[in-house]
């Protein structure tokens, strides 16, 4: 936090305690709290525009969907608000009346020809009338839920975590073909493409399926056990967000970027990063060149393709306690709007360029693993012709006997720098050895290189086949 400069806001705005998140559109940014209310203010001057209570003790779960000038709610008591943010009315109040349907709409509205679709989270899907909220037609069996509805080409898609994915007739809900998965971690889609967790053994995996053509597009290895992955995975994902070039999967303590065409994994946020224990990552908000994210109370803004930090600001006056709270933040056209839990809106100005940090070694570390994803890294971070792991682990042990050769297998894998820089630090390790420390730096220095060597020279072959 020391490292990057602390940004003055535009403008505050008091709002209330216990937000739910922000979102921005068409100038405004509207936010919902948990005690049942929606706050609309004015994005470019912090004013508040209107203040709508949807009902006395009601509690809020989620953000607002806004669509055409209408916020969609959902509460704890498995119903659905359609508010007129104009005249501040609410037009319906949609409840299912199987009461054995759990149907808390946690993922958001489609609206789409005077249609309102959603699912719940026990895996029914809805089609409601969107001026009356009246039931047009609803379908799905039980089953766990981690997306929301998908309209693309005039289809309607949904993912059911026990049933699998279904496409539907949007106007009907009758089925038009539906695909089996093992159940999957979590799921999402995008402009046509349905990305989906899938574990498989002891390997997990990220994929994305194209729901025309009905065929996977790629499939890439997160984590894998005694596998050497470029990236450390971990924790349970909680969401996915999507730009022109990238698709970004959050788990509660980190963020993990990767390229949309390839699914070649770019960066990690953790390398760049340090996330409170009790902290939890929000939903990933995107503009242009800025991704915005909000964990705890902190927010960072970074290049989403490159992982280069604009900001990283906090609130340390705010009580620790809130520090475990998800808060959605929102962007756009520079503009970062952040919800706070102590009752406050803030519209921070984004730069136009990175800020240089402390943290740019790291950055640069993280880039050059997505370039090791994408093979456009240097020669010397990877080999760029087969080489012989064998060969490779030879000339280490050479190394072992002979300290001035220590990084003679890294300098054979086209590692010169890496090599170099070893062949010195044994020689140091080994005038050590005269103070006793040597003894133990020596050995745990020749260890490592036995194993980058070996390991680097095994990844050279299997990525380029002589």
């Not at 403008?11 to 706050?39: N, P």
């Not at 038009?176 to 995008?190: L, M, V």
């Not at 808060?327 to 360029?353: H, M, N, Q, R, W």
């Not at 890294?410 to 006793?436: D, H, P």
């Amino acid at each position: 936090m020391d490292s990057y400069p602390e940004p003055k806001p535009i403008w505050t705005a008091e709002i209330g305690r216990d937000s739910r998140g922000s979102v921005l559109k068409d100038g405004k940014v509207y936010v919902t709290f948990k005690e049942g209310y929606l706050v609309v203010v004015d994005a470019e001057t912090g004013e508040n525009y209107r203040t709508i209570e949807l009902e006395s003790h009601l509690e809020v779960l989620y953000k607002p969907d806004i669509v055409d000038g209408v916020a969609y709610i959902a509460d704890r008591e498995s119903r659905l608000h359609a508010v007129d943010v104009e005249k501040g009315e609410i037009l319906w109040v949609y409840e299912d009346d199987d009461e054995d349907q759990n149907q808390w709409f946690e993922y958001g509205v489609q609206v789409e020809d005077s249609t309102v679709y959603t699912i719940s989270d026990g895996g029914r899907v809805y089609a409601l009338d969107s001026e009356t909220g009246e039931l047009k037609w609803k379908r799905g069996e039980s089953g766990p839920v981690n997306c929301g509805v998908h309209l693309y080409d005039g289809t309607l898609y949904y993912y059911n975590g026990i049933r699998g994915l279904f496409a539907c007739d949007p106007s009907t809900g009758d089925e038009q073909w539906s695909e089996e998965y093992e159940r999957t971690a979590f799921a999402s889609f995008h402009e046509g493409v349905f990305y989906y967790i899938q574990k498989r053994s002891d390997d997990t995996f990220l994929e994305a399926y194209d729901l025309t053509d009905r065929e996977l597009i790629w499939s890439t290895l997160i984590k894998g056990k005694g596998k050497d992955i470029p990236l450390d995975f971990s924790g349970t994902p909680t969401h996915m967000a999507f730009s022109d070039k990238g698709v970004f999967l959050t788990t509660k303590r980190n963020m993990y970027g990767f390229d949309i065409e390839t699914g070649s994994p770019i960066w990690e946020l953790l390398d760049i990063v340090e996330i409170g224990d009790n902290a939890q990552l929000g939903k990933p908000a995107i503009d242009g060149d800025h991704l915005c994210v909000q964990f705890g109370q902190d927010t960072i803004v970074i290049h989403p393709e490159t992982c280069e930090v604009y900001h990283h600001f906090g609130f340390d006056e705010l009580d620790r306690s809130l520090s475990s709270l998800k808060i959605d933040a929102s962007i756009e056209d520079g503009i970062a709007y952040v919800a706070t839990p102590d009752e406050v809106l803030y519209a921070f100005k984004v730069d136009d360029e990175p800020i240089q940090s402390a943290s740019s070694s790291l950055i640069d570390e993280t880039q050059a693993t997505g370039a090791q994803a994408t093979e456009t890294q240097s020669t010397e971070s990877q080999p760029t012709e087969p080489k012989n792991p064998t060969h490779a682990l030879g000339r280490s042990v050479v190394g072992l006997f002979i300290p001035i050769l220590a990084g003679w297998g890294q300098i054979y894998n086209g590692q010169q720098m890496k090599g170099g820089a070893l062949c010195g630090i044994q020689c140091l390790n080994l005038l050590l050895m005269g103070v006793l420390i040597g003894f133990l730096l020596y050995p745990a220095t020749a260890l490592y290189i036995l194993y980058d060597s070996y390991s680097t020279a095994k990844k050279s072959s299997s990525q380029n086949p002589a």
